[in-house]
Structure formats: structure tokens, C-alpha cells
């Protein structure tokens, strides 16, 4: 039976790591770039659910749309602020300037809203049920019904719209794209305003279980660094499997060993996938279409 | 030309008035950013009020408030900042412990006292008589932790559940200790990662070795967090958390059933009240910041009014302040303090529990004089 609840815990964490990888991949596939402010980005999602909701004393899921709008057009500022100017640049100043607005993210939001912890509401409700001996928190189910929206959402946009099609051809190959009339910079900051979304979503939904501090950004960004190493460079799948992945281990292992020794286990799994498979678990179609 | 004229006439006419008040300044170097920035706040805010309040006759007693951040190398440049000022009598310091072991050796040379409420052991371990902590260390307060849990609960089987930070590795330390002097046998205990964000696996594995009390000494969030599976899960095990439970912005994660039984030691609760003086001290904290007052805050608010105190006696100068740190007990709001000639003042702390029907915890046991020592 704990099996069975730490199975079901793991899967809500790494539903949850999983919509902060997949914005991370969006701009990466999008861009090329690595953009660090991806974590403090779900703090901002996080932070910006929790400040509203005692204005509009709603439920979470009515919350939802307006904290992805938010987030969508501070993703558009992001890419105004810290990617556009510098993408002639060489990559490294893409990742100092997403570096800084990350910095910047953590202390506006320490300045704008103070350094407490905070909870944001839940999605629908807050009460745990149970099924045949198991506690099943309604926000879990929430979070990973949520992720499975977003990503089979976004699947579909990418696999079946005129919006999807321009955006993968933007994040194949930009100058063919341009000389297509594919407009390149506006989906470059669709692409943005989308992973911001991603990030507020992701927000929403782990600030009203695991809370949210305006220093939460560094762990998260480290978490879906890791997953879309492990699952593949740029590879949507395999940035899911990944989170997945690290949410087995902090979950799963460290109720055998303890949490240190399962985050040090994880440690040497990604090291052994960096040796044995650098491509990562998924990442035969990163490389086909690199 | 006008209006440095009008500077001119206006500086004469200050100059040429009453005797002005003499001006000391007392700097306030805290981290208000990173990691730390919730206790820095507190202290901030502490501080600051303190020196709102009433000013010793004759002295403006000024401040800067300054970001120290995380880093030492930040704390340093703040104080060598700030000594360059005017005449300075003490600085409120950092409670973060690598930045006070930093700026401590900078206080010796300039012979300035620094007035902090950190709780890292070592910094009255250096021998430096430039230190006064305002905040019982963890040699204190996990004494008062361990001996409420064995001696007011009867318990001898806790399981200690504790953070792997240097925060948490320091508590652990000390809690292991002291029930090992009380006769108590620690049956689990593990370090959590404050990042950790399932703390099912760890409260299974602990439940699994029987304990008759949970012991925590855990981060504000991580705290909440456990105490939120533990009602969960139907935990009827008690639970007694460490200091960070105390902490208003703690109980305002969660609901107050979930935190029904729960107990906590901490050096002080001023929202619990308890003395009319300590009910003006909230308000006017609420009032001022608009939030919920702590311990950090009221010890640092302690430690201010004791520098003023000592400034409204007759010093005018950091080393009379130090002096009168040194050598004086001061009736502060949280308890009385003296120093142990290590440059620790504080030596009482108490333990506070939830009813389930509120977030403002009640005052259950109160120690004083602890030496902290198991010898």
C-alpha cells in the first residue's frame, strides 16, 4: 500500500517537473538557447497565484487562465529583454542575461511581495480522498490531469496547426523559415510567452502542495536541466520521462535510502547516461533532425 | 547662485540655533535577498522599529539599512561601508552565520560591537569581545526542546527528522546530544534536503522504527510541509518542531487543524502575548511592516534597545557600548539578558503549542538559564 502511495506521489512531482521542463525545451528547441530564468519563472507562476488569490477568491482552475495570460506576456517581455537584443551573439550571452533576469525575478518578487513562504489555492479543492487505503490529495490528481492537458495541448498545436507547423520550422531552421515568410520573430516570442505559460502553470499547481519562496527558481531550473539531459536534448518526450525520472528517485529511492543518498543515486544515474548514452534516453530524434 | 545662497542662510541658522543633538549611527547589515531573506527581514524589521522608538536625550541615534545578501564578501564591503560613516557605536549584524564569521574579524580592528541575532555556534567561539548574539544558540534552545519532550511528554524513543543544512546539521547535533544526558533513546533520524518536496518517504521510514514523538528541526517551508502529510496521513504520534514553527509565516501555510497538538520550541512568540509591553511591541510591529512579528525580529529589537539603553546611560563611543554589552543586563521584551562573557546573552527560550483552532500558538513552558551545557 505505501508502494502503491509513493507511486502515486511521484507521478503528481514529476507531472509537475515535467511542465517546468517543457517550457524549458520549448525555447531551447525554439532558439537554441538555454534559458535559466525557467525556474524563477515557475516561482513568478507561483508567487503571482498566491497574490491573487485573495483578490479573486476563486478556485485554482479559474485562476489558471489569467496566472498563464500574466505569465504568457512576461515571457514576451523576457524575450524583449533578454533574448532578441543578443541572439547574433555568441550563446554564452543568452544564458548570463536569462541568468540575470532570473536574479532580477527573485528579488522584485522579494522586494514586490516579501520573502515569506506562500501557498497558492488548489486547483479544485484542497481535501485528500480515499481510495481502498490510499490518501490521494485532489490536488495530485489535479496535477497530473493539468500536465497531460498541457502536453497533449501542445502535442496537438505542434503536430496539427499552421501555428505548430511554423513554430517547429522556425526552431529547425531560421533562415529557411524567414525565406519561407515564416514570421521568425514573432514565434520566437510565442515560443516565449508559451514555455512563460508552461512556467505559471507549473507554478499554480506545486505552490499549493510544496509552497513557493522567492529562492524556489534555482532547485527547479537544476531539476529541468537534469530531466532533459537525461531524456534527450530538446526531445518533449524525453524531457518528461526525465522529470518523471527525478521524481522516482526523490520519491521512490529515497524511501529506501535515504533522500541525500537518492539525490547522490540520481547524480551518478546522470552521470552514467552522460558516459553510455550522451544523446540521452530519447535522443535518436534530436539527432535525426539536428 | 539663488539657491545655494538659501543653502548657505539655512545651514547658518541650524548652525547658529539651540545646541543640535549629537548624531551616532547604528548601521543595520542584514540579508534582505537570497536564501535567508524571511530572517533578515525580521531582523531588519526589528532593528529598524527599535530605533523608531524613543531616542536617548541628547543622541540621534541614525541608521542605513543595508542588503548583505548571502554572501560574506558582501557583508564585509557593507560594514567596511558603514564604519566609514560618521561616528558608529554598534551595527546590527547579520544573522547569517559565514557573514558574521566574516565581519567579525573587520569588528575587532575597527572596534566596533556587532549586534546580531544568529544562532551559528562559532561566532562567540572566536574569542572576539566585538559579539553579542541576541538569540539563544542551539546549545539553548535544543536543550529546552529535548528536556520538554522527556521530562513534560514523558517521551524516550524520538525520532529526530532534521534539515541537511548547517542549520539543521547544528541542531541535530546538539538534540543528539541532549538526549543522550536525558536518557532518551534516538530511535531514527534523517537528514532532508530543504528542496525536498515529498516528505512521505521520510515520515514513513520513521514512523516504521515506532518512535513515541516526532523531533523536528526543519526550514520554515519544510516544516509545513511535514506537518501538512503527517495530518494527512492520520499521524497520531506527537509532534515537536524546532523553531521554525514559531514562525507566524510558517502557520500561515497551514490550516490549523493540521497543526493541532503540534508543539515547538523557540526563543520567543510575540504574537502570543503574554505582558502589555510585548502586546505594543506586535502592534506596532503590524502597524510598521504590515506583517506578523517573530523571534528573530523581537530579539534583535532587544538587542537595539540595549545599545540605546547603554547610549541614553552616556556612551558615545563603540567601546563604552561594548562595554555596557559586556557588563549589563538589559529587561528586554523576550526575556532578560546578560552576557556569559562569550558575548551569548540570551538564555531562555520556551515552548509554544497549537490547539487546532488557531494559528497563534500558546505559551506552554517557559525555561530560563540555560547554560546549554550537558557537563
Redesign the interface.
Known amino acids: 500500500m505505501l508502494a502503491l502511495q509513493l507511486l502515486l506521489n511521484g507521478i503528481a512531482l514529476g507531472a509537475a517537473y515535467a511542465l517546468v521542463a517543457l517550457g524549458f525545451v520549448l525555447v531551447l528547441n525554439a532558439t537554441g538557447a538555454v534559458n535559466f530564468a525557467q525556474g524563477d519563472l515557475v516561482m513568478a507562476g507561483g508567487i503571482l497565484a498566491a497574490a491573487l488569490a485573495p483578490l479573486l477568491p476563486v478556485p485554482g482552475l479559474l485562476l489558471l487562465p489569467l496566472v498563464l495570460a500574466l505569465m504568457a506576456g512576461l515571457g514576451l517581455l523576457l524575450s524583449l529583454a533578454a533574448y532578441l537584443p543578443l541572439r547574433h551573439r555568441p550563446p554564452v550571452a543568452v544564458f548570463i542575461s536569462t541568468i540575470a533576469v532570473g536574479i532580477m525575478l527573485q528579488n522584485g518578487v522579494t522586494v514586490l511581495f516579501g520573502p515569506e513562504p506562500r501557498a497558492a489555492p488548489p486547483l479544485l479543492g484542497g481535501g485528500t480522498l480515499d481510495l481502498a487505503g490510499l490518501v490521494v490529495p485532489e490536488q495530485s490528481l489535479a496535477i497530473v490531469a493539468v500536465a497531460a492537458l498541457l502536453i497533449g495541448g501542445q502535442q496537438w498545436v505542434f503536430g496539427r496547426t499552421q501555428l505548430g507547423r511554423r513554430l517547429r520550422a522556425t526552431a529547425q531552421d531560421p533562415e529557411m523559415a524567414r525565406a519561407c515568410g515564416v514570421p521568425v520573430t514573432a514565434m520566437v516570442m510565442a515560443t516565449f510567452a508559451l514555455a512563460a505559460a508552461y512556467a505559471g502553470a507549473a507554478g499554480l499547481l506545486l505552490a499549493n502542495q510544496f509552497f513557493v519562496t522567492p529562492t524556489a527558481g534555482g532547485d527547479l531550473i537544476l531539476k529541468a536541466y537534469i530531466a532533459v539531459t537525461i531524456g534527450g536534448w530538446g526531445s518533449v518526450p524525453g524531457a518528461v520521462a526525465g522529470a518523471l525520472l527525478i521524481a522516482l528517485f526523490e520519491v521512490g529511492v529515497s524511501s529506501v535510502l535515504s533522500y541525500p543518498v537518492a539525490l547522490g543515486a540520481l547524480y551518478v544515474t546522470l552521470l552514467a547516461i552522460l558516459v553510455f548514452r550522451p544523446q540521452g534516453l530519447f535522443g535518436e530524434v534530436a539527432r535525426r533532425r539536428a | 547662485m539663488r539657491r545655494s545662497l538659501a543653502f548657505l542662510l539655512l545651514t547658518g541658522i541650524i548652525s547658529a540655533g539651540p545646541a543640535r543633538a549629537e548624531t551616532l549611527n547604528m548601521p543595520v547589515l542584514v540579508p534582505?535577498?537570497?536564501?535567508l531573506?524571511?530572517e533578515?527581514?525580521s531582523q531588519r524589521n526589528g532593528a529598524v522599529l527599535a530605533l523608531r522608538g524613543a531616542q536617548p536625550p541628547g543622541v540621534t541615534v541614525a541608521t542605513d539599512v543595508v542588503d548583505t545578501g548571502t554572501s560574506p564578501e558582501a557583508a564585509v564591503t557593507a560594514l567596511e561601508r558603514a564604519l566609514g560613516r560618521g561616528t558608529t557605536v554598534a551595527v546590527a549584524a547579520s544573522m547569517l552565520g559565514t557573514q558574521m564569521l566574516a565581519m567579525l574579524p573587520l569588528a575587532a580592528d575597527y572596534k566596533v560591537p556587532l549586534v546580531t541575532v544568529s544562532g551559528t555556534a562559532s561566532i562567540t567561539e572566536q574569542g572576539n569581545p566585538w559579539v553579542f548574539r541576541f538569540f539563544p544558540g542551539d546549545a539553548v534552545t535544543k536543550e529546552a526542546h529535548a528536556r520538554y519532550v522527556v521530562e513534560e511528554l514523558g517521551k524516550r524513543r524520538p525520532a529526530v527528522i532534521y534539515q541537511?543544512t548547517a542549520y539543521g546539521q547544528s541542531g541535530r547535533a546538539h538534540l543528539a546530544e541532549r538526549f543522550r544526558a536525558l536518557g532518551a533513546e534516538v530511535v531514527y533520524e534523517?537528514?532532508?534536503?530543504p528542496?525536498?518536496?515529498?516528505l512521505?518517504?521520510?515520515l514513513?521510514?520513521a514512523l516504521a522504527a515506532r518512535p513515541d514523538v516526532l523531533v523536528l528541526h526543519l526550514h520554515?517551508?519544510p516544516t509545513?510541509?511535514f506537518l501538512r502529510q503527517a495530518a494527512?496521513?492520520g499521524v497520531e504520534v506527537p509532534i515537536v518542531a524546532g523553531s521554525a514553527m514559531h514562525q507566524p509565516?510558517?502557520a500561515?501555510?497551514l490550516d490549523p487543524a493540521e497543526m493541532k497538538g503540534v508543539c515547538a520550541e523557540t526563543a520567543a512568540s510575540p504574537v502570543s502575548g503574554g505582558s502589555p509591553e510585548m502586546d505594543r511591541f506586535t502592534a506596532d510591529y503590524r502597524a510598521a511592516f504590515g506583517?506578523e512579528p517573530d523571534a528573530f525580529a523581537l530579539g534583535q529589537y532587544d538587542g537595539t534597545r540595549m545599545v540605546l539603553d547603554a547610549i541614553a546611560r552616556g556612551a558615545r563611543t563603540a567601546e563604552a557600548v561594548r562595554a555596557a554589552l559586556a557588563d549589563g543586563t538589559h529587561e528586554g521584551l523576550a526575556m532578560t539578558y546578560r552576557s556569559d562573557g562569550t558575548g551569548n546573552m540570551a538564555h531562555s527560550a520556551v515552548i509554544v503549542c497549537y490547539d487546532g483552532t488557531s494559528r497563534v500558538p500558546q505559551v506552554v513552558r517557559r525555561y530560563d538559564a540555560l547554560s546549554g551545557s550537558t557537563r
Do not use: N
Open positions: 534582505l535577498t537570497g536564501f531573506s524571511l533578515g527581514t541537511t534523517e537528514g532532508v534536503d528542496a525536498a518536496r515529498d512521505l518517504p521520510v514513513s521510514k520554515s517551508g509545513a510541509l494527512a496521513h509565516s510558517t500561515a501555510l506583517t
